[in-house]
């Protein structure tokens, strides 16, 4: 038989076949009371030690702990034989059925067979093989007595055993059935519960428990009782040195499976490998309902559960015996068993040594008592199981995670490609394969709108003289830098969802391309008119900026990247890619030009072949005008020839040159002052099929509930950052867990949903589309959504977006986790001396931003209102005021790239991997959501304080801020009522729908800041708190910009009806969020 290790390390020596068989009293006894069961302790635990008589009695009384699992139909408690677990005793058919939550391998007495149900039902022999109780770490040891009158093992028990086997029966028989609580895994149920427990009686001589506390022992220190800080609920085991004594009698010693003073008995042989291959099977029992995104109908968990039960023991020790025989002979009464109950006598040194012993256990007790609140209470349901997340933690490799970018960034990967098709086949193998595979994989198509330049005709920008002839002409594509800039599958530079067209007009620089912007122009009496305008990236979206140009006349739109922006300032050609991070002068940023997400023919509707699609001439968010970018380098060209004013200071950037508004070209310029700039663009539209890929881990507890991670798998180039630093630590990630769930050794109590999302470049369409097709159903059951796009943008320091209930989870799993580099701090530590904010709750804490829709999680926070985050490693702002990574979106971004530049060694990658990991596992197995409902009311209260600014205006217009000032008032009691009763359910063993309830409340708050009525110009933006703002007024969105637009048109009172509008869907989402978090059955 293997070893299993205690907390402390020390190995326990697990019996083999070998046991003693039944003594002929044993037969004797149960042929007398007609019962299968042993009837005395030493039948219980006869693996004990022979010992000469003692004279001084041992005082037994219930209180201690071994957990042990019940068998109602025979009474055998334990594991299998040989399995070094197992004991007998009275089956109670009334004991419920149990369902088991998660993972628990610490509470486990033996890890690899923790979840095994008996391969087959016990008999009366085989109890005997399994009769020995060692102890692990969670469990109390117990102390057996033996036959002191026997020097065999197999001799006849004393004739008073016989006797006391029906005192021992009637003292079983008052013990009250204790509470349950489950350890882990599916098919595995077990009782660990304290309450029920006898009242303790002051007996003379014997240090009882009472009031949680352990009595005082002369002679005795006791330690104090101090929580182990690492890991909740539960301390590791505190063994001491055994002392060697000469002519001791063996006595066992619960807590390392040997005799006290004896040399330590041979380990037994392990089983035969076919037999431990038969067991695992049993281990990784999958639980009957599985999260399924395919088929309407549900399945039930349904999934028989035995019976187990704990029941509590304990050795308390008598006073020293006397030294005197006669005073030996003067048997303390005790109120719990009778005189005859005593067992054997005991002489003064032995009884002195089983006090010793005694001792000692309650010294370990104590230990064990510390992180369980008090021995009277019960033990508290673990929340999560460290040391599953501290070997996810230590297995996530940094190498492995390199070789995944190698392979998914070594070909171009646009949506609907071969390459991307066979990226999907690579995560469908991944998922799949037999060692480190999910429960499930598989793919969801989707036939959906997407948007490509044309083979045959390129797009072009060109400056033409009046009679038509080409002057200057931009390039068609990136220059080919380190041989993975070319090819045919590098798509060319443009602007997806683009109208085609052949504008030309003067040029005009527009700077951002702002609505603000074009005003500044027209101010300046900038004629904007069948122009043709330059911006730079930046200050709004993309598709934004042509549709604020087609306001003021435009023809056609430019766009490029500007160094100051992006370089630091950087342009030359020996300063930039492949000489440093900084994006070289040819390179192109791509990108989608669609004002939504989503499909743009079926909004609010799967993109399945059956639904209804729009006309694409009557679909809106496509861009009015022609757009196309282009680099650095030709927009050089352009700005530094421009005639016109100079631009304004903030518009000025870094191209070496002074920035001018035109309208057309300067005198002394290479182009003539009527030059005109030509664009031609010749994208066309095209309905593909694009794939997600699900991964799926079913829960053992509570399957219908999801804990969502993904992120996209196409790019526009080979996409080495975006996305697949986020696809690889995806990948890695999921291998890891994949598994530990293979040997058997976890399963999450909720299910978790790794996703690989198709054509989010083209406008988060995978992810838009899943939302859709599977509203109801995510809406009832989605925990939270954890995205991981860009894993590395470079390796300064943590980033974190996302609602403010993910923020402690997030801070509790960074300072778990080192930070690369030998700095010696937390990830935590080091994000907070990068990003940093001062919190009125918690001081100075690491700074988590808002989401936008930059990302998948867009929809999942804005149309869903699942609680989201957005999880990376970023550089340091004071050190670089790039927007982002310099070569974002071009064809620029390699697996050398991040090799080279932004982490070499992929530390950074391993150190989001592990964040990300251990969000996951906190939110996916923690038996309480993490999620801390609480730091919603610092965001509330600081868009009051903003919302107070707009007061005296309000007011002139017959708008009161109170009922807003109440409500979030009623919210900010509400939460901290809510967190209490938590915290008052986590001192005790929570009925599991309390549990259900309190989690049910945590996950559907985010959902009552919905409000599908609140943005009506804005598709799929609900979430009333997080949609976008135009106002210049920190505050609450809808409210923000309804003020802006009220105050601009003066005394309108249509505006200010909206303003008032927006107030009371403000207060009526607070108000609904404030009773979700009051008790169930309180309206």
């Known amino acids: 038989m293997s070893e299993r290790r205690t907390r402390s390390g020390g190995a326990v020596q697990c019996p083999g076949p070998s046991a003693p068989t ?56 334990g594991g299998e034989p040989g399995s070094g677990v197992g004991c007998v005793i009275n089956s109670s058919p009334q004991i419920p059925s149990i369902n088991s939550p998660r993972r628990s391998p610490r509470i486990a007495s033996l890890l690899e067979k923790e979840n095994n149900p008996p391969s087959k039902k016990l008999t009366k022999e085989d109890l005997f093989q399994t009769c020995s109780v060692p102890v692990t770490a969670p469990s109390t040891p117990v102390l057996c007595p033996v036959n002191a009158e026997s020097n065999s ?22 013990l009250e059935t204790l509470g349950s609580a489950s350890t882990s895994t599916p098919g595995r149920q077990s009782c660990f519960g304290f309450e029920g427990l006898l009242a303790a009686e002051d007996l003379a001589g014997v240090s009882p428990v009472v009031d949680s506390k352990l009595a005082e022992v002369p002679r005795v220190s006791v330690k104090p009782w101090a929580p182990d800080t690492t890991l909740p609920g539960i301390s590791p085991l505190v063994v001491k040195e055994k002392r060697k004594k000469k002519k001791v009698p063996e006595i066992l010693c619960p807590w390392d499976g040997q005799t006290a003073h004896s040399e330590p008995e041979e380990k037994p042989a392990p089983p035969p490998a076919a037999e431990q291959k038969s067991e695992d099977t049993q281990i990784s029992g999958e639980p009957d309902t599985e999260p399924s995104f395919s088929d309407s109908s549900e399945q ?83 929340d999560l199981d460290l040391k599953i997340l501290e070997t996810v933690i230590e297995q996530l490799d940094a190498n492995r995670i390199r070789e995944n970018l190698r392979e998914l960034s070594k070909e171009p990967h646009l949506a609907t490609t071969p390459r991307d098709e066979a990226l999907v086949q690579l995560l469908l193998q991944r ?12 793919t969801t198509e989707y036939e959906v709108l997407l948007s490509f330049p044309s083979g045959e005709q390129p797009n072009r920008v060109a400056v033409v003289n009046s009679t038509g002839a080409i002057l200057f002409s931009c390039r068609h594509s990136e220059e080919n830098l380190t041989g993975e800039q070319g090819g045919p599958n590098v798509v060319p530079p443009y602007a997806a969802y683009a109208p085609p067209g052949t504008p030309q007009g003067p040029l005009v620089y527009a700077n951002q391309g702002s609505e603000e912007d074009f005003k500044e122009l027209q ?84 993109a399945t072949p059956s639904s209804f699609r729009l006309n694409s001439d009557n679909a809106s968010g496509f861009p009015p005008i022609p757009i196309q970018p282009i680099g650095f380098e030709d927009a050089q060209v352009l700005l530094c020839n421009l005639g016109g004013n100079l631009a304004p200071a903030d518009w000025q950037g870094g191209l070496g040159c002074d920035y001018n508004l035109g309208p057309g070209f300067r005198s002394n310029g290479i182009f003539p002052e009527d030059g005109q700039v030509n664009v031609s663009v010749h994208n066309r539209l095209e309905l593909r099929n694009s794939s997600n890929v699900l991964g799926i881990i079913r829960g ?17 180039v080979h996409g080495a950052v975006d996305p697949s630093t986020g696809t690889a630590v995806l990948l890695e990630l999921s291998r890891v867990l994949g598994t530990l769930l293979k040997k058997g050794t976890w399963r999450p109590r909720r299910s978790i949903v790794f996703a690989s999302w198709g054509a989010e470049e083209f406008g988060l369409i995978g992810s838009t589309e899943f939302t859709e097709e599977f509203f109801s159903k995510l809406q009832e059951r989605a925990v939270a959504y954890i995205n991981v796009d860009i894993s ?6 943590l980033r974190v977006q996302g609602t403010p209930p993910i923020q402690s989870v997030v801070f509790s799993a960074a300072k778990q986790i080192s930070a690369p580099g030998s700095s010696g701090l937390s990830i935590y530590d080091n994000w907070i001396r990068y990003y940093n904010r001062s919190s009125s709750v918690y001081g100075l804490v690491p700074s988590v931003g808002t989401l936008g829709a930059g990302s998948d999680y867009a929809p999942f926070i804005h149309f869903l209102g699942i609680s989201s985050m957005d999880i990376a490693y970023t550089y340091d702002r004071s050190k670089t005021s790039a927007r982002i990574y310099p070569t974002y979106h071009t064809a620029f971004d390699t697996f050398d790239y991040v090799d080279k530049f932004l982490d070499p060694g992929f530390s950074s990658h391993q150190a989001v991997a592990r964040t990300a990991g251990s969000v996951l596992l906190r939110l996916s197995d923690s038996l309480f959501l993490p999620l801390n409902v609480s730091d919603y009311s610092e965001t509330l209260r600081s868009f009051l304080q903003a919302a107070e600014d707009l007061r005296v205006l309000l007011e002139q217009h017959g708008i009161s801020l109170g009922p807003l000032v109440t409500a979030v008032e009623r919210f900010e009691g509400a939460a901290t009522a809510f967190n209490q009763r938590i915290a008052t359910l986590r001192e005790g063993t929570p009925d599991p729908l309390q549990v259900r309830m309190i989690n049910d409340q945590l996950m559907l708050l985010e959902r009552t800041f919905l409000n599908s009525q609140a943005f009506p110009e804005e598709r799929y933006y609900s979430h009333v708190l997080w949609a976008p703002r135009t106002g210049s007024v920190a505050t609450f969105p809808g409210l923000s910009n309804a003020y802006s637009q009220a105050k601009n048109a003066g005394h309108e009172p249509a505006a200010w009806a909206e303003v008032q509008r927006q107030l009371s869907i403000v207060v009526a989402a607070l108000e609904g969020a404030a009773a979700t978090l009051r008790p169930v059955a309180d309206l």
């Not at 093992?153 to 008052?174: F, H, I, N, P, T």
Request: hydrophobic share 35%; net charge neutral; glycine share 6%.
């Open 22 to 77: 039944p003594t002929r009293s044993l037969r004797r006894s149960q042929r007398k009371s007609g019962s299968d069961l042993p009837n005395t302790l030493a039948e219980v635990c006869p693996k004990a030690p022979q010992e000469a008589p003692v004279r001084k009695p041992i005082v037994l009384k219930k209180i201690v702990a071994h957990t042990v699992e019940v068998r109602a139909e025979r009474g055998v408690v």
């Open 153 to 174: 093992w197999k001799g006849d028990l004393d004739a008073r055993d016989l006797e006391m086997s029906k005192k021992v029966r009637r003292s079983y028989s008052r």
């Open 300 to 382: 039930q968990l349904g999934q028989e559960q035995e019976a187990s039960a704990t029941f509590l023991f304990t050795l308390l020790t008598a006073t020293e015996p006397a030294s005197d025989p006669a005073e030996d002979l003067d048997l303390q009464e005790s109120q719990f068993l009778d005189k005859e109950d005593w067992g054997p006598q005991r002489t003064s040194k032995e009884m002195s040594h089983l006090q010793n012993v005694c001792l000692r256990l309650r010294e370990s007790f104590s230990t064990i008592q510390a992180d369980n609140l008090a021995l009277g209470e019960k033990l508290r349901d673990l």
């Open 431 to 442: 998922w799949q394969d037999p060692e480190s595979g999910l429960d499930s994989a598989r």
């Open 523 to 606: 101010n300046k009496g900038v004629k904007l008119q069948d122009s043709i305008v330059l911006t730079r990236y930046g200050g709004v979206g993309r598709g934004a900026k042509a549709v604020n140009a087609a306001k003021y006349g435009v023809a056609g739109v430019l766009v490029y990247t500007d160094p100051k922006d992006i370089n630091d300032g950087k342009s030359l050609p020996n300063e930039t890619f492949p000489h440093s991070w900084c994006l070289p002068p040819s390179g192109v940023e791509r990108g989608s030009y669609f004002e939504y997400f989503g499909d743009p023919l079926t909004p609010y509707l799967p």
């Open 700 to 716: 053992a507890v509570e399957p219908d509930r999801y804990v969502l991670y993904g992120n996209h798998r196409d790019s526009w």
């Open 792 to 797: 590395v943008f470079a390796n300064a320091t």
